[in-house]
């Protein structure tokens, strides 16, 4: 029989990885989002194509959109099932622990890392 201390601090792990790829690709969307609010001056960089030369010369940075870095629709998904994935199994391992010891460690709902 595994350590369920040692299962949970795996699980923990996993999950805290998971809120921080979900977060970042919920940025690189957000900051997508914000750009296409002027969507007559906004850039895709790392794409095939080029666009006028008057987008090219007045963009700013802020009205880019990294195509190397924008993720397809699978990608999100995948994204966001592993995090509702390791949520389970975070919930799982804490059920795991023996009364007795889970005071030893934060309860799941505490897991999350900051922003």
């Known amino acids: 029989m595994s350590d369920p201390l040692q299962q949970y601090s795996n699980a923990v792990l996993a999950y805290t990885a998971s809120v921080h790829q979900a977060r970042r690709v919920a940025e690189i ?18 794409i095939l194509g080029e666009f006028p030369e008057e987008v090219r010369r007045r963009h700013a940075s802020e009205n880019d959109v990294c195509g190397d870095d924008w993720p397809g629709a699978q990608q999100i998904a995948n994204v966001l099932l592993a995090y509702h994935q390791a949520k389970q199994a975070l919930e799982l391992a804490f059920s795991e ?8 460690v934060k309860n799941p709902e505490s897991v999350a890392p900051p922003r």
């Open 29 to 46: 969307v957000n900051r997508g989002a914000t750009a296409l609010r002027n969507w007559e001056h906004v850039q895709v960089t790392g």
């Open 97 to 104: 622990i023996p009364e007795a010891l889970r005071h030893a």
